[in-house]
């Protein structure tokens, strides 16, 4: 074995590469290609230690025009791997094309901002507005193509559970480039009121919609009430001649002789709305 180690062999193995640059200026926006395949002729203890990585220095790559370049030809690492092969003579590079991809480093400040639309308010509140946010900016930091692309201005993460009082806390910075963005901040004080809604009833008589004629209605449980909420600002400018409240002969439950109402108009500015008896009993007799 010894001795035939002290020959001369030609093999084809995998040589590690390291891309040189400026990293203040640039970044890899995708993981680096590690190691490419080449072919070899060498004494067997040299290709034994290279096989094994033991004492293997990486060939060096400076490349001219990044980030425009993102690709090589095998034939041109050549020089470079050539000049880091200790003892061995490079017959060819056998990776066909070596693909990469740079970015330049850029900054990006921006204003944050709360989604008011996303904010979820428990039944009976309102988003009460006064909304404030410390620090009110955010400063990126990473490659130009990405943060090129983030909202602006930029939005907070609104936690899920709905609110019922006055929020006051953190809320936190979410982007889905956390290995490459760097953010000077990763969370932010955010404020806003939440009120109470309003609350009234209306009592209503209900258009009567598919049914037969020559019958006289009468109602066993009524009469039939709406029950609304809304906004304190909002309080003069509802119509209350605008509720109608709808009851469809097509829904009567012959079992129990009843009638779900439905709430078919509504003023602007009603937040929500029930209806009281939920099912309408009703009696018909003929003419």
């Known amino acids: 074995?010894?001795?035939?180690?002290?020959?001369?062999?030609?093999?084809?193995?995998?040589?590690?590469?390291?891309?040189?640059?400026?990293?203040?200026?640039?970044v890899p926006v995708k993981?680096?290609?590690?190691?490419?395949?080449?072919?070899?002729?060498?004494?067997?203890?040299?290709?034994?230690?290279?096989?094994?990585?033991?004492?293997?220095?990486?060939?060096?790559?400076?490349?001219?025009g990044l980030p425009y370049v993102k690709q090589l030809p095998g034939y041109a690492l050549r020089p470079a791997i050539a000049n880091a092969l200790d003892g061995l003579e490079l017959n060819y590079v056998a990776t066909d094309t070596l693909y990469f991809d740079f970015d330049r480093i850029a900054t990006r400040k921006m204003p944050l901002m709360v989604d008011t639309t996303t904010v979820k308010i428990a039944p009976g509140f309102a988003y009460g507005g006064n909304l404030a946010i410390r620090p009110d900016s955010i400063t990126f930091t990473g490659p130009l193509q990405i943060i090129s692309l983030f909202p602006n201005p930029?939005?907070?993460?609104?936690?899920?559970?709905?609110?019922?009082?006055?929020?006051?806390?953190?809320?936190l910075l979410m982007h889905d480039f956390s290995n490459l963005v760097k953010a000077d901040i990763s969370k932010a004080q955010v404020q806003f009121n939440v009120i109470p809604l309003e609350k009234q009833e209306l009592v209503?008589?209900?258009?009567?919609?598919?049914?037969p004629g020559q019958y006289r209605l009468q109602y066993l449980n009524g009469p039939v009430r709406v029950k609304y909420a809304y906004h304190p600002r909002s309080r003069d400018k509802i119509q209350l001649g605008q509720f109608?409240?709808?009851?469809d002969y097509e829904r009567y439950n012959a079992a129990d002789s009843t009638i779900v109402p439905t709430v078919t108009q509504k003023p602007a500015g009603v937040r929500q709305t029930s209806i009281a008896p939920g099912k309408v009993k009703i009696s018909l007799t003929a003419l």
């Not at 680096?32 to 060096?60: D, H, N, Y």
């Not at 109608?244 to 009851?247: A, E, F, G, P, S």
């Open 1 to 26: 074995m010894l001795n035939s180690l002290n020959k001369s062999y030609i093999a084809r193995i995998s040589y590690p590469i390291q891309f040189v640059y400026d990293q203040r200026q640039l």
């Open 31 to 64: 993981p680096l290609p590690e190691e490419v395949m080449i072919s070899v002729t060498g004494k067997g203890w040299k290709l034994l230690r290279k096989s094994l990585m033991f004492q293997v220095k990486p060939a060096e790559l400076s490349i001219r």
């Open 154 to 171: 930029y939005p907070l993460a609104v936690p899920d559970s709905p609110f019922s009082a006055p929020f006051k806390g953190d809320m």
């Open 204 to 211: 209503v008589q209900p258009v009567l919609k598919n049914f």
């Open 244 to 247: 109608q409240v709808t009851l």
